[in-house]
């Protein structure tokens, strides 16, 4: 657990986690939705947060934003740290804060995701170094797809179907990130072939458990 952790703070913090299309985000509003009812204070973010350096990503993950001279697009090592410092902006700015103030907060995305994605091209280690600055999240959801059905719930929005090949990759590398942080933070796999509401209810119940364990 990072030193930022150790100092016990009123907030918890959830993280929901998932391949493109696994419904992430679409989760987060839920559970917030829920946990809101159940009475608690509730903040969303997300990551690339929408701080100086999570617009940079943005950009760069677009291809609006690349190398000096129309060299090609930014290398692996840079987003890597670009994210990371993207994360320590987002933990500043919106992350600490709201926990400071008993909020339960609530994270489209976090290092899992970096791990994954980052990791598929770099020694996840390094990348696991470069973020060791990171606050551990109280529980980490991730919404397990095949990445088959994640294609097709991606390219029924209009997003883009393609990348199978890399995208079974992500999910290998989801598999070995999990294993590697779940010997520091608490992470629950959930189905993605349940029904929407069954998701919810499952991550409801995992949250819930969480919060009535550390009251």
Known sequence: MSAARKAARP?????????DGAGTTTQTERLAAALRADGHAVMTTR????????????QALTGRLGLPHGRGPLAPETLALLFAADRTDHLHARVL?????GKVVLCDRYVLSSLAYQGASLPMAWVDTVNAHAVSPDLTLFI????????????????PSGQ??????????????ITLRS??????????ELTLPDITDACLKEARRMLARLK
């Open 144 to 159: 397990e797809m095949d990445p088959k059905v994640a294609a097709r719930r991606r390219a029924s929005r209009g997003g």
């Open 97 to 101: 804060p709201a926990l400071e103030e």
């Open 47 to 58: 990551e690339p947060s929408d701080g100086p350096v999570g617009t940079q990503l943005r």
């Open 164 to 177: 199978a090949e890399v995208q079974r990759q992500v999910a290998k590398q989801y598999l070995k990130a």
């Open 183 to 192: 010997k520091r933070e608490r992470i629950v796999l959930i189905s993605g």
């Open 11 to 19: 907030g918890r913090f959830i993280v929901l986690e998932g391949l």
